[in-house]
């Protein structure tokens, strides 16, 4: 059994050899790929789709959202806030009698099967808008099929820079990465007075990537320096190995672009190996969840977000006590404003259309100036964005559990990263 | 890669190998007893995690209890729920194909596997992922850093627990093999299942002995990895690190217990070395070419021996 021929062995090494090379190869495509991805911001297509006309009694209007999967609590608040916008739309009136339904769909956060849920929506159920998706990497096929039959998407939550390349018919309600990048990189620079900051990235996440890479960019320019960038795999439990790396390196400042569910674990590893500076993200770490998961370790963490129940506006107050007499409790996440804020901008819209289709629809959403959303004031950029503020938040105790404080907002400025339009 | 943390990296490696260790047990001992690839292990191991969940979480009032008295509770009930459901799938699933072919037994395993996987799904909470609070865990509270002899490096309690209480089972676990004549008669089965029938060992008991202890080690893995690392739980918590247990047993010799554990520790090393020389994303790669080059020299494992294979 032990007895192989001298071939044989050149032939099995050479075969792992060429395995490696593989791999290397294909490792090195990826992160070429994500790297132009946000370069690609020139003209909107324009959608050739013949888009839905309204014809019974009622105004449907569709939302995707993921109401299973890992992703459920977002998915599930954005349904409830746009539900609310819709509900108070139709108490005070309609529009001319008619009244709105706002069908909703599951996608699981599964990109095909958000794909599939915009398809429906569109063709079986007549919808003249879509709202949706949270996650970037569903709304981009959802969007796909939107321009394709001429039905405006706003989506909810995507932050990815090249979402709105998609075409005419797509706009989004919250910041892109870009912006948040800058606005951490700012916020790391100006208010912590970070110099020396170390980046940790999931890489099979490309909103992760792309937001990694943002800050990276943004912070540079701003004088500081990136020591180490470390990467792990969403799914993954220990993460001991890369944050010794991290504290190797010695880093004045953290920063974590992934999502909740793998940050929780590392806020609590660090501690583990010593890694005491401050830890801060983007709004991939917008859950109640994290709280509890991240433990001592999340207690002084930062991240950017859209918005805040803390927030001392007079909007976000009249939304909190508006959401907590419907449902009986506060909003768990930034995506019921987000939620109401998009369907928000499309029934502000729907008043000023031309007339009940989805295209004059469209050219109504895109001229939506000032709007006084929960997030903040929103204006449509000529590329679809929302050009609006962020808000950074602070992980503290309050009168002895933790909770996620407002500590500074930011008002919304070009970055000028990658995307030149 | 910095040489400085070389130590760290180490101890990294060792407590993640104390956890592939523990889960390779599981199916180094069956594949000794009944020559099976236990493929459902690796659920055993996740159903592990999920009851201390609830444990600490759930079913008691966690303010009522001792930490450490908690920590116990989490782990007894842990161990005992995964040997009960181990010896259960062994008597539903594989009891009955005992002299089918070894394929059958084999598929049956892996359907085992995606039953629970997808079955959980209906059972324990998954969206959102629970995990257990870092409350429960009072060792965390202990952090020795700047030790005498081992300089700039940081070993958090809970991690020096754990590796402790899995060395702790491992020498139960040998002392059970090689002092008892339980273990007489397991070894017995292992060498020559008909033979050992014949000379009055009770087959069915040894079979279904393996089955609770090798569980029960997987649950005390899932309970101790969830515990410690704080890690977000859902019903393919143990795809992975089956996986990866199934190949630290292969890489030690599959059927050999000392294999198993200098297996699972090779493995957890290995992959955070990956890590420290900066190839984080090749560490599941480089585990598996790991794998092919040492069976491609010593293709009965690192431990096992040459020739004990039946036909």
Not at chain 1, 32 to 53: H, I, L, M, Y
Request: proline share 4%; charged share 20%.
């Amino acid at each position: 059994m032990n007895r192989l021929s001298r071939k044989h062995w050149i032939f099995t090494l050479s075969g792992l050899l060429s395995i490696f090379v593989l791999f290397a190869w294909l490792g090195g495509c990826k992160t070429e790929e994500s790297a132009t991805s946000g370069t690609t911001a020139t003209v909107r297509p324009e959608s050739t789709g013949p888009g839905n006309k309204v014809e019974g009694d009622t105004i449907p209007i569709g939302i995707i959202a993921s109401l299973s999967g890992s992703e459920k609590p977002w998915g599930e608040e954005s349904v409830r806030g746009a539900q609310l916008a819709v509900d108070e739309f139709n108490a005070e009136g309609g529009l001319n009698g008619k009244q709105v339904v706002l069908l909703v769909e599951d996608t699981g956060g599964q990109p095909e099967q958000g794909k599939s849920a915009t398809e429906r929506l569109i063709t079986e159920k007549k919808v003249i808008a879509v709202l949706g998706e949270v996650a970037s990497g569903v709304t981009a096929p959802s969007a796909q099929v939107a321009q394709e039959k001429g039905v405006p998407i706003v989506s909810i939550g995507s932050t990815r820079v090249d979402i709105t390349d998609i075409g005419n018919m797509v706009f989004r309600v919250c910041y892109t990465d870009d912006f948040q990048g800058a606005m951490m990189a700012k916020f790391a620079y100006e208010d912590l007075g970070l110099r020396r900051v170390a980046i940790l990235t999931d890489r099979k996440l490309p909103y992760s990537v792309g937001l990694s890479e943002m800050f990276r960019e943004y912070f540079t320019r701003l004088g500081g320096k990136i020591v180490t960038e470390e990467f792990y795999e969403k799914g993954q439990t220990d993460f001991k190995a890369q944050l010794t790396n991290i504290k190797a390196a010695n880093p004045d400042g953290l920063f974590c672009s992934g999502y909740f569910t793998e940050i929780g674990p590392i806020a609590r590893q660090r501690k583990e190996v010593g890694l005491n500076v401050p830890m801060f993200g983007g709004d991939g770490w917008d859950s109640r969840e994290l709280l509890q998961a991240g433990g001592e370790g999340i207690i002084g963490g930062y991240y950017s977000n859209h918005y805040s129940n803390l927030e001392d506006r007079l909007e976000v107050k009249a939304f909190v006590s508006k959401y907590k007499a419907k449902y009986g409790e506060e909003p768990a996440n930034a995506m019921s404003a987000l939620g109401y804020d998009a369907a928000g901008v499309v029934l502000d819209a729907l008043k000023r259309a031309k007339s009940l289709d989805s295209r004059a629809l469209r050219d109504a959403i895109a001229e939506t100036k000032n709007f006084p959303g929960v997030s903040g004031t929103i204006t449509i950029g000529p590329d679809g964005n929302a050009q609006k503020p962020g808000l950074v938040l602070e992980a503290k105790l309050v009168n002895g559990k933790p909770a996620w404080v407002p500590f500074k907002r930011y008002e919304w400025f070009d970055p000028g990263l990658k995307k030149k339009a | 890669m910095d040489w400085a943390s070389l130590d760290q990296q180490i101890i990294n490696g060792l407590q993640l190998g104390s956890i592939y260790a523990l889960i390779a047990l599981g199916y180094t001992m069956v594949y000794g007893v009944l020559r099976l690839i236990n493929f459902a292990h690796g659920e055993v191991y996740m159903v592990g995690a999920y009851v201390a969940y609830y444990t600490a979480e759930r079913w008691f009032d966690k303010t009522k209890f001792h930490p450490a008295v908690l920590l116990l509770l989490m782990l007894f009930n842990s161990m005992v729920i995964c040997a009960i459901l181990g010896v259960t799938i062994e008597r539903v699933a594989y009891r009955p194909l005992r002299s089918a072919p070894r394929i059958s037994v084999l598929i049956t395993a892996i359907g085992v596997s995606l039953l629970l996987q997808q079955g959980g799904l209906l059972i324990f909470k998954t969206s959102p992922q629970p995990s257990i609070s870092e409350s429960v865990n009072p060792f965390k509270a202990y952090t020795f850093e700047n030790l005498p002899l081992l300089g700039n490096i940081t070993i958090s309690g809970g991690q020096t627990a754990m590796f402790f209480v899995s060395l702790i089972f491992m020498l139960l676990l040998w002392f059970l093999v090689t002092r008892t004549s339980t273990g007489r008669a397991m070894r017995a089965v292992a060498h020559d299942f008909d033979t050992a029938a014949l000379m009055g060992v009770d087959v069915n008991r040894i079979v279904s002995i393996t089955f609770i202890v090798g569980s029960g080690l997987a649950g005390a893995g899932g309970m101790m990895n969830a515990t410690a690392l704080g890690t977000p739980l859902d019903t393919f918590y143990g795809l992975i690190p089956g996986v990866k247990a199934f190949v630290a047993a292969v890489l030690g010799g599959i059927g050999n217990i000392p294999g198993a554990v200098l297996g699972g520790f090779l493995m957890g090393v290995a992959e955070t070395m990956v890590v420290w020389v900066g190839y984080a994303g090749y560490k599941d790669a480089v585990a598996f070419v790991v794998l092919i080059a040492v069976l491609l020299f010593k293709p009965n494992g690192l431990l096992g021996s040459v020739g004990v294979e039946k036909a």
